[in-house]
């Protein structure tokens, strides 16, 4: 008998854990409870929710005054990015055709101004050959070379406009 005691004294009583979560659950609902029926009751002493000041205009201008400002038309909003970005490159391929154009446009005025040396260069060659005396028949001296063109500078490259 004696070695059934300590076993007993081993035994303890086990506690209980799940008091303290039920007492703050209850005062938790009960909380919420009496805050429920305070509001439902709507006591002005002991509950205001209404806004402690007058209630004032906004800062600014208004939209009524900016539509009798400008007109009361209805026009496109510019905060579609979509849209605006369409355009943007619209703009640039029109800017980039609008440049080749003028690329083209200057390469013509070049090839028409070299087509313009070399006329006049067989120009000045053709009368320099007719007022050349030419040695007749009887003259007995053989018909020496045509002289050779005097050498003309080519015209000086342009230079591409500057980029912005």
């Known amino acids: 008998m004696a070695s059934s005691?300590?076993?007993?004294?081993?035994?303890?009583?086990?506690?209980?854990?799940?008091?303290?979560?039920?007492?703050?659950?209850?005062?938790?609902?009960?909380?919420?409870?009496?805050?429920?029926?305070?509001?439902?009751?709507?006591?002005?002493?002991?509950?205001?929710?209404?806004?402690?000041?007058?209630?004032?205009?906004?800062?600014?201008?208004?939209?009524?005054?900016?539509?009798?400002r400008f007109g009361n038309d209805t026009q496109e909003i510019r905060g579609d990015l979509e849209v605006l970005e369409l355009e943007r490159q619209a703009k640039q391929r029109q800017q980039e055709r609008r440049e080749e154009e003028r690329k083209q446009a200057e390469a013509e005025q070049r090839r028409q101004a070299e087509q313009r040396a070399e006329e006049e260069r067989r120009d000045r060659e053709s009368e320099a050959s007719a007022f050349q005396p030419q040695p007749g028949p009887d003259s007995g001296a053989e018909p020496s070379e045509p002289p050779e063109p005097a050498a003309t500078e080519p015209p000086a490259p342009a230079l591409p406009p500057p980029s912005p």
Do not use: H, I, K
């Not at 009583?13 to 039920?22: I, K, Y």
């Open 5 to 68: 005691s300590p076993t007993r004294a081993v035994q303890a009583r086990p506690r209980n854990r799940w008091r303290g979560p039920l007492l703050a659950g209850f005062c938790f609902g009960l909380g919420y409870g009496v805050t429920q029926r305070l509001l439902a009751l709507q006591l002005p002493g002991l509950v205001q929710l209404r806004q402690g000041f007058d209630v004032r205009e906004f800062p600014g201008t208004s939209l009524e005054s900016l539509r009798l």
